[in-house]
């Protein structure tokens, strides 16, 4: 089975850094694309970007470029998303998720993490 | 820049058919997907590639395409699929993914 069980919630500053994380397991980690997605409160999903763990190749969307790093241990089968200076407004829930083969679409979802910065 | 489009809110009362929206040019290129999120869960893969339905997913699950519009009809709606729905493709050339910006679906 299928799992990506993803870092538990996080109380933060602004100006912080943080590293979440999610851990795939239940098949071969290295040969699919993870993205990460972030909901924003009462919002909608929008896709921040992927890595193919296998080679670390890193895809962002423009919108996330230069505010977060996307990163992947594939001997610990975990992939990362961090900030180096947080912001309110990336208070948040992030989903990780895994792609198809074709990297068409998000096949399978962590649980999220719960973000939060306030001072 | 591209986008996806979908109505805010599609209200039906039960029994009846639901049909949510999502338009975007890139949808003549390349295939939709469309999720589900209830409150407090993560999101499902409901329909992909336009119109296959996932295992476990209800037959009442149907998607279609036409030109740059793709829809999902939910008939016989139940009250269990009350949620978020969201449409997902990618840009033209395949190398951005993209969500449209959610439908919340009203079981009256």
């Known amino acids: 089975e299928v799992q990506l069980v993803q870092s538990g919630a996080e109380v933060k500053k602004p100006g912080e850094s943080l590293k979440i994380s999610c851990k795939g397991s239940?098949?071969?980690?290295?040969?699919?694309?993870i993205a990460w997605v972030r909901q924003m409160p009462g919002k909608g999903l929008e896709w921040m970007g992927i890595i193919y763990p296998g080679d670390s190749d890193t895809r962002y969307s423009p919108s996330f470029q230069g505010q977060v790093t996307i990163s992947a241990d594939k001997s610990i089968s975990t992939a990362y998303l961090q900030w180096s200076s947080l912001k309110a407004s990336d208070t948040a829930m992030y989903y990780c998720?895994?792609?198809?083969?074709?990297?068409?679409?998000?096949?399978?979802w962590g649980q999220g993490t719960l973000v939060t910065v306030s001072s | 820049s591209y986008e996806l489009t979908q109505p805010p809110s599609v209200s039906v009362s039960p029994g009846q058919t639901a049909r949510i929206t999502c338009s975007g040019d890139a949808l003549s290129k390349q295939y939709a997907y469309w999720y589900q999120q209830k409150p407090g869960q993560a999101p499902v893969v409901v329909k992909y590639?336009?119109?296959e339905r996932p295992s476990g997913i209800p037959e009442r699950f149907s998607g279609s395409s036409s030109g740059t519009t793709v829809t999902l009809t939910i008939s016989g709606v139940q009250a269990e699929d009350e949620a978020d729905y969201y449409c997902q493709s990618s840009d033209s050339s395949g190398t951005y993914l993209l969500f449209g910006g959610g439908t919340r679906l009203t079981v009256l």
């Open positions: 590639k336009d119109s």
């Open positions: 998720a895994r792609l198809t083969g074709g990297a068409e679409y998000f096949q399978h």
């Open positions: 239940g098949y071969s980690f290295t040969t699919y694309w």
